[in-house]
């Protein structure tokens, strides 16, 4: 199985556009919104979200360039963890690819049928084919066996109240039986779910939510109240601190030493992601990643 990270900062980039913290003023690489593409085969690619960046994204991977005919691609599908315009944008920038096919829960399918009808827009352009994603239930997509795993509640601010209840969010894990590779993609965690350990069990590569590095930074960076509740209504749970992601990394590290831990979806107010930074060195000095746009897996 061969993935690529084709962004790892959260909606809006990093620097954020409109912002001036510490982070977006550091000099920091620059990153895209997150992403990953997926392929069995190194032929057939699958897309995991897909960004307002994701034209880019595509044009900067040359795994997935145009060819050899003039209209072919070797991008196949998008798999969806969520609804959020910064995971479900880019599909308006795919219009032009007919038969593409998307897969996500029941929940995310409806609020793009009606908050944001993605889905009727695109069919006005393309043959597109929508198809539904249980929690829990295996699926074989291009010769990977794909899990999604019910990780959040979290509905987008379009979505209509009345709109079914979750699961909102997801993550998915792939599993190559030619190989018995697994990677995990968690790119939005409310918190550490009942069953997520054994979720992650034999993964080689585990990639986790990392858009916050405390549960007060938000408040702190922008000016805001200083609170956790904006980033508890973001639905993310901070890296650091207690309960945070990272107490859960160290313990699962003692006993799976073959997995690969990993931050994704940074936030731009998330010193994490300047290199230079002391919250950068205390992840990656806890045993874990903190990977660059472009990054390329082999499992």
């Not at 080689?204 to 109240?225: K, M, P, Q, S």
Request: a negative charge.
């Amino acid at each position: 199985m061969k993935v690529v990270l084709l962004g790892t900062a959260a909606g809006g980039g990093c620097p954020q556009w409109n912002c001036a913290c510490p982070v977006c003023t550091s000099g920091a690489p620059a990153r895209c919104q997150d992403g990953v593409a997926v392929s069995a085969n190194g032929c057939d690619w699958y897309l995991v979200n897909a960004s307002p960046d994701v034209r880019t994204q595509i044009l900067a991977t040359p795994e997935l360039a145009a060819g050899p005919g003039p209209r072919q691609t070797p991008v196949r599908g998008v798999l969806l963890t969520d609804a959020e315009l910064d995971h479900t944008l880019g599909l308006m920038m795919l219009r032009e690819g007919g038969g593409l096919r998307v897969w996500a829960s029941r929940t995310v399918l409806g609020a793009l049928d009606e908050g944001f009808p993605v889905r009727r827009i695109l069919g006005g352009y393309s043959g597109w084919e929508w198809s539904e994603l249980t929690a829990g239930r295996a699926r074989d997509i291009g010769g990977l066996r794909v899990t999604a795993f019910a990780v959040g509640d979290k509905r987008p601010k379009y979505a209509r109240a009345s709109a079914a209840e979750g699961p909102w969010v997801v993550a998915y894990r792939f599993d190559d039986p030619a190989t018995g590779g697994a990677f995990v993609y968690a790119p939005c965690l409310a918190g550490w779910p009942d069953g997520f350990d054994a979720f992650t069990a034999g993964a080689g590569y585990v990639l986790l939510d990392g858009t916050f590095h405390t549960a007060r930074e938000f408040g702190g960076a922008t000016g805001a109240a200083g609170t956790t509740a904006p980033q508890a209504a973001m639905g993310h749970l901070p890296v650091a601190g207690e309960g945070g992601s990272l107490e859960h990394v160290r313990r699962l590290r003692t006993t799976r030493p073959d997995t690969r831990w990993a931050y994704t979806h940074l936030n731009n107010t998330n010193p994490m992601a300047d290199p230079d930074s002391k919250e950068h060195l205390e992840v990656c000095e806890a045993g874990a990643e903190i990977p660059a746009d472009g990054t390329r897996l082999e499992l």
